[in-house]
């Protein structure tokens, strides 16, 4: 089926499922990462341990500091306008860890992040496998918090003039026009 040789991204008129998407591709680049990290990398050639590392670097250079701006500046002071009662307790709780989890990925991540140019640059093929596994752990129960909990919260509270707030401006931040009327 053609419609499988495509990986499509949601639109903005769904932020919701552009921050999964987000979180998907985010997925795919720990999976290079952990690959980098271990022994396994020394199947492969030198020019292919470059290109993954310079996919990695692409993708938490540009588009992870996109999706967290989109987070803490708008998703969840949205959803800190919108919950009440049991809602409101809940995010409350996990705001504070997911800003907090933000701030420990940015730290992690100058760890990794000349380890990865060196790499990409065919300096080194050095990525250490600890540094990799912290991120990785770190990433994967943050989106498992924001999947199970935060995401739900705002599809299920959001009105329609709130998703297209925060589509519009999750397209403002990337420097894409906003549809027609907006």
């Known amino acids: 089926m053609i419609s499988s040789l495509f990986d499509t991204a949601p639109d903005f008129d769904q932020p919701v499922a552009v921050l999964k ?43 992870a500091p996109l999706h967290h701006e989109d987070e803490e500046h708008d998703l969840l002071p949205m959803l800190a306008d919108t919950a009440r009662d ?9 705001m504070p860890e997911v800003l907090d989890e933000h701030r420990q990925m940015e730290l992690l991540w100058q760890r990794l992040q000349p380890q990865l140019a060196a790499i990409a640059a065919g300096q080194s093929t050095a990525l ?9 752990k770190l990433y994967l129960g943050h989106m498992e918090k924001e999947e199970g909990h935060i995401a739900p919260m705002a599809k299920r509270l959001f009105s329609t003039e ?4 925060l589509g519009n401006a999750m397209r403002t931040r990337r420097s894409i026009a906003l549809p027609e009327g907006d």
């Open 128 to 136: 250490d496998n600890a540094d990799a596994t912290g991120f990785g």
């Open 86 to 94: 049991d809602d409101a307790a809940l995010l409350a709780r996990l």
């Open 21 to 63: 998407h987000c979180h998907d591709r985010i997925r795919k680049q720990l999976k290079t990462m952990e690959l980098l990290a271990s022994p396994a990398i020394l199947a492969a050639t030198p020019a292919e341990v470059r290109q993954a590392a310079s996919a990695v670097l692409r993708y938490f250079e540009k588009a």
């Open 162 to 165: 709130q998703m297209q707030r």
